[in-house]
């Protein structure tokens, strides 16, 4: 099968853009708005709503660059899965269209340039959490939990959550016990948004051989796992109002508010965890929590939001 998975790419028959889509398709672009919206909500934050646009720009765009780094190394790791999935088989890698050793070179030039922009632009503290993230990522997540053990996205979700620190490190060059925060919230939700997921994906993942959590103990103890985790999510994310004081009342509705539609989507899926249809609708609303999530605490952030609430409270 290496062989196979290794083969020589015909360049030939593909167009200029046909390549360039190729190598797009490699740094999973779906995944990577996510990844940058935690980063500008700690950079909101971070400033008292006072982000610089050129930092904001570079920041984010040398986040993005790690990440879809991050992304391409995984698919050159994970290639003889792709292989054998059915739902992957089309991806760059095992489909021939771009050849290992040049995928390997993309993300090294990704990650050189994701560096170079963020030293230069930010500070060295937000480069190298970056570098970490990509490290991270693959060294602890891809190699070593992965393949190995069914608690490797609740460990591996550290590394989705390094861009908030990116993000506030960024702007003030340190962590703060804020910016931890919201390292937390995103480790937190991590589990139950991609426990969902896997277990839409229950039967490719089996087939594979990697044990993601509903492979091994089975739909309804992942469940369950999914509930808890949903649970500890809510009051997480309200530390940024007590005991820090960092996020306002806007924040604090948007965060219960929202905190309570996933319990209720946790709940559904705890009431039928082999429903696929309820378990797709926990995954999507995971999305949508994290990305309303993020924007409550950039409005929350803005000096605007606070005159505003202030002049409601005389």
């Known amino acids: 099968m290496q ?5 020589s790419v015909d360049t030939k028959h593909q167009t200029f853009l046909q390549v360039i889509q190729s190598y797009y398709q490699l740094t999973k672009p779906r995944i990577i708005p996510l990844l940058s919206i935690t980063t500008a909500a700690a950079m909101w934050m971070a400033s008292d709503g006072a982000t ?5 720009l570079v920041t984010v765009i040398g986040g993005m660059l790690a990440a879809a780094s991050a992304q391409t190394m995984n698919c050159i790791y994970d290639r003889d899965i792709d ?3 059915e739902r992957t088989r089309n991806r760059p890698i095992p489909s021939g269209r771009v050849k290992p050793f040049h995928a390997g070179v993309f993300a090294a030039v990704l990650a050189g340039l994701s560096f170079a922009i963020l030293v230069v632009f930010t500070n060295l503290l937000a480069a190298l959490l970056a570098m970490a993230g990509i490290a991270f990522y693959m060294g602890i997540y891809t190699h070593l939990l992965k393949r190995h ?7 591996g979700g550290a ?17 703060s016990i804020e910016a931890w925060i919201l390292f937390a919230i995103v480790f937190v939700w991590t589990p139950p948004h991609f426990w969902a ?6 039967d490719d993942y089996a087939k594979v ?10 739909e309804a103890a992942t469940a369950k796992q999914i509930w808890i985790y949903t649970l500890l999510l809510i009051p997480t994310t309200l530390l940024l109002m007590y005991p820090l004081g960092g996020a306002g009342i806007v924040y604090g509705i948007s965060a219960v508010g929202l905190g309570g539609i996933f319990v209720y ?16 609708s926990m995954f999507k609303y995971s999305i949508l929590y994290m990305m309303l999530l993020c924007t409550s605490i950039v409005i929350d952030s803005l000096p605007q939001t606070q005159a505003a609430i202030d002049m409601l409270l005389k």
């Not at 062989?3 to 083969?7: G, I, N, P, Q, V």
């Not at 997921?197 to 229950?202: D, E, I, Q, V």
Request: no cysteine; charged share 15%; aromatic share 6%.
């Open 209 to 218: 051989g990697v044990p993601m959590l509903p492979v091994v103990v089975g």
């Open 149 to 155: 053990t069914p608690q490797n996205i609740v460990i």
């Open 159 to 175: 590394a989705g959550a390094i861009p908030a620190l990116v993000g506030w490190a960024a702007v003030n060059n340190n962590l």
């Open 197 to 202: 997921l896997s277990l839409m994906l229950k």
């Open 52 to 56: 610089d646009p050129v930092l904001f």
């Open 265 to 280: 989507e946790a709940w559904k899926l705890l009431q039928a965890p082999t429903d696929k249809t309820v378990a797709k």
């Open 3 to 7: 062989e196979t998975l290794d083969r």
């Open 83 to 85: 292989y054998a999935m």
